[in-house]
């Protein structure tokens, strides 16, 4: 082994046992740098048009882009926790003594004496050999949703100080990418050995697909819970607030996510008595806040990212399972670059099969 060849292999072996320090130094971190990456592209465009207002001073065109995105994130959140607290413990006080009262008997028979049992009874013909006890098994669903909801409540109390530490290291990330990420962004195209075009084609492809992204899924979500707040609001659905805001954060779900909450709440109703009110959410459920959906995540980002939507859905639910909440993000975007690669592949070796 030449003497250059042992220098070779030192250094990279060096190289990448810091590299692996580092990655544990800022293993903790991953997260609000993920979240700062995505803010930080999506809402560079505005850090530049008020870069031109303050006349290129960057450290204050930042600290104005950040103190935008604290309001739009945070003022929501403050806005509505005191009333969505109460709604959530609310609905849990309600679902325990639903349960222990064991009213989903009372519901049950309701049910039954409905204009549905003629639905019912077909089912019970088709799957009678199976000896289904349905009021049992009601029990043990409520049950579990209780439990899951005891859960929820106390890992979110739990997580509170967390997710808090989290939003301002995020915050305080942000304000650097913003000032310093025209020189990130040369510093991390040098490291891609690409041809200029194609690192051009590669950042602009990233960049595109979680803008799009971000503004589909929050636009989606926000029309959704404000046109579902609007009618629980109206026909009189317990914890409006709660459940608005549970649709909205059921717009990351690919394909149908408000369909499990407004359905539900439809069926509330029913069994409520209310026959007309039930009817008149399953229409405005099913017309327009399914329908919203529908047209805008396909217009706000199949259009512009150019994925296939079969793609799409199976790269945001798949995310969400593998990543968490922020693989609803990464997901369409490691699914962009992967078919980016390809077209790169496919114009450089056109020979190749």
Known sequence: MTQRQIFVLSFFGLFFLIALQLAGVFRLFLLPLGWAVILSIVFYPLYIRILRGVKGRKNMAALISVLIVMVMTSAPMIFFTGTLVRETLSFYHDVSGWIDQRRYEVAWNALLNSPLRV???????????????????????MQNLSDQIVGKIQ???????????????????????????????????????????????????????????????????????????????????????????????????????????????????????????????????????????????????GEKTKLPTLFLFLAILGGLVFYGFIGVFLGPVILALFLTLIEIYRKEYPDHP
Do not use: C, H
Request: net charge positive; no cysteine; charged share 10%.
């Open 155 to 301: 890992a979110g109390a739990t997580n509170f100080l967390f997710f808090v530490v989290n939003y301002f290291v995020t915050i305080i990330i942000l304000f650097f990418f913003l000032r310093d990420g025209e020189a990130m962004g040369r510093g991390l195209k040098d490291l891609f050995p690409m041809t200029r075009e194609n690192k051009e084609v590669v950042f602009s492809r990233l960049s595109t697909t979680i803008s799009a992204v971000v503004r589909g899924l929050v636009v989606t979500g926000g029309v959704q819970g404000a046109l579902s707040g609007l009618a629980f609001a109206l026909l009189g659905v317990p914890f409006p607030v709660f459940l608005s805001f549970l649709i909205a954060f059921m717009a990351l779900v690919p394909i149908g996510g408000a369909v499990f909450v407004w359905l539900p709440s439809a069926v509330y109703l029913f069994m409520a008595g209310s026959w007309g009110k039930a009817l008149a959410l399953f229409l405005w459920g099913a017309l327009v806040i399914s329908t919203v959906d529908n047209f805008l995540k396909p217009l706000l980002i």
């Open 119 to 141: 639905i019912w009874d077909k089912i019970i013909e088709k799957t009678a050999s199976l000896d289904i006890q349905i009021v049992p098994l009601i029990g043990k669903a």
